[in-house]
């Protein structure tokens, strides 16, 4: 693997390699000693926005594995800090941009390994995360049902479409009628209470601002549990670690995959710089 821009030009075999991979890399996260000798003497290098959970995970992936990270933000040229590291010998570039074309562009010409750290419409990296703790908490990956709400991190959408029709799932996303603005992919309901029914797990996108949460989520506060309950038994959640109980309010859902996200998502940077490491 040579870069890695969206998981719609991967085929099952390769996801598949990636999530396997990032399972055994999931033993050195949790381990007490967090050091392989997979990256030595390799330099991974990345440009974001700002910090944020993919900087992060890339940052610690690359010590964990004994190479070593650099770290640029809020570039006013992206591009050309990206030919910058390249031309400097940085063995893998990770890039995070709105504009989808800047990854495509610059892994066309760069000499080294190119990742999209997330862009306007991809996020390879969160969408495998999101796979993993899917396939560690359903027992893989296969036949599975998800549901979408939100209107926010849509860029995770085509990827999810295309993963999970790989392995024979189903991809749904629940937008209510009202909302004209954000653009449809995929299969989109209208109806709340059909979209949970049944499904294996909930996606959580957040909301835009402006967004009312009454309309996305069907209460005020968030997802209800009354939701979650139509879908199917112990329905995984990713993206939000609370739902709303009547009489209760906001209180921590028992079967949410954000902290077994967060380790995955690390493991899977990792699984990401091994696999072009040692192609």
């Not at 594995?65 to 040229?77: A, E, I, Q, R, W």
């Not at 989808?100 to 990296?125: E, H, M, R, W």
């Amino acid at each position: 693997m040579k870069h890695l821009i969206s998981l719609t030009e991967l085929n099952k075999a390769e996801i598949s390699q990636i999530v396997e991979v990032a399972q055994q890399m999931r033993r050195i996260v949790t381990a007490n000693y967090k050091r392989g000798p997979q990256l030595i003497g390799s330099v991974v290098a990345g440009v974001w926005p700002k910090p944020c959970l993919s900087s992060t995970a890339f940052s610690l992936a690359a010590s964990y594995l004994s190479g070593t990270p650099y770290v640029y933000y809020n570039m006013d040229d992206v591009m050309s800090c990206c030919k910058m590291l390249d031309n400097m010998g940085a063995n893998t570039i990770v890039v995070s941009c709105e504009n989808d074309n800047l990854a495509k562009t610059f892994a066309t010409s760069c000499t080294q390994n190119v990742i999209n750290g997330g862009s306007g419409q991809y996020d390879p990296i969160g969408v495998l995360a999101d796979l993993m703790a899917l396939s560690i908490r359903c027992d893989g990956l296969h036949n599975l049902s998800v549901l979408a709400v939100g209107n926010r991190d849509t860029n995770k959408i085509n990827e999810y479409n295309h993963c999970l029709g790989l392995f024979g799932g189903e991809f749904v996303w629940y937008l209510p009628i009202e909302d004209l603005a954000t653009q449809r992919k995929g299969i989109v309901l209208d109806d709340i209470k059909s979209a949970f029914s049944g499904v294996d797990a909930v996606v959580d996108l957040g909301l835009s601002a402006f967004s009312e949460p009454q309309r996305y989520y069907g209460s005020a506060t968030g997802i209800p549990q009354s939701l979650m309950d139509k879908g199917s038994i112990d329905c995984a959640l990713l993206g939000s670690r609370n739902i709303v109980v009547d009489n209760v309010g906001i209180k921590p859902y028992a079967h949410s995959l954000a902290d077994l996200r967060e380790t995955c998502y690390i493991s899977v940077a990792m699984a990401v710089l091994y696999l072009m490491h040692r192609d």
